[in-house]
Antibody, heavy 123, light 105 residues
Framework: EVQLVESGGGLVQPGRSLRLACRGS????????MTWVRQAPGKGLEWVGY??????????EYAASVKGRFTISRDDSKNIAYLDMNSLRIEDTGMYYC??????????????WGQGTMVTVSS | SYELTQPLSVSVALGQTARITCGGN??????VHWYQQRPGQAPALVIY???NRPSGIPERFSGSNSGNTATLTISGAQPGDEADYYC????????FGGGTKLTVL
């Protein structure tokens, strides 16, 4: 069974950092691009960023709202994608989902979703 | 920046056909993907690249895209179809529509 499991969420103060992890299983993790999507409480979906699989290379893409503060990376030997979040703001609060992206040269459809991990930024 | 417009809510009688629209400038030239999010659950892909259904998605779900409007059609609506539905495109960034809450009466 193809599965994504996020971890690392929690309560953090504004200005601090947090690292989220997303472990994939049931498929060849390194063959697929990954995307992070977030959802503020009671709100819609917001794209965070995208990382291609190593075979295609290319830049990591970020939403304007997180560019310069968030960093996406991956460790294919561990089947894990990471989202490093720095200088966190209250408006970063929400559920963070990792997804397996069907796109290779750029973001496309998120065909598999994790269950999400909640991040709360509050003093 | 590119914007996608969805109705806040759509209601459909049990067993009837629901249509959820997603408006955007020349959206017919873009690949549109649709997601279903049931209450308390993660989203799930129901239509990709305008008209394609992932495995496991019932044939009752279909999509179309032309001009300035993409449409998700749900035939024979069931109680389990009650959910929020989001459209998505790429335009220098991934853009999601604001979401439509589908109620099955």
């Amino acid at each position: 069974e193809v599965q994504l499991v996020e971890s690392g969420g929690g309560l953090v103060q504004p200005g601090r950092s947090l690292r989220l992890a997303c472990r994939g299983s049931g498929y060849t993790f390194g063959n697929y691009a990954m995307t992070w999507v977030r959802q503020a409480p009671g709100k819609g979906l917001e794209w965070v960023g995208y990382i291609r699989n190593k075979g295609y290379g290319g830049p990591i893409e970020y939403a304007a709202s997180v560019k310069g503060r968030f960093t996406i990376s991956r460790d294919d030997s561990k089947n894990i994608a990471y989202l490093d979040m720095n200088s966190l703001r209250i408006e970063d609060t929400g559920m963070y989902y990792c997804t397996r992206d069907s796109g290779t040269t750029g973001p496309a459809a998120s065909e598999v979703w994790g269950q999400g991990t909640m991040v709360t930024v509050s003093s | 920046s590119y914007e996608l417009t969805q109705p806040l809510s759509v209601s459909v009688a049990l067993g009837q056909t629901a249509r959820i629209t997603c408006g955007g400038n020349n959206i017919g030239r873009k690949d549109v993907h649709w997601y279903q999010q049931r209450p308390g659950q993660a989203p799930a892909l129901v239509i990709y690249r305008d008209v394609n259904r992932p495995s496991g998605i019932p044939e009752r779900f279909s999509g179309s895209n032309s001009g300035n409007t993409a449409t998700l059609t749900i035939s024979g609506a069931q109680p389990g179809d009650e959910a929020d539905y989001y459209c998505q495109v790429w335009d220098s960034s991934v853009i999601f529509g604001g979401g439509t809450k589908l109620t099955v009466l």
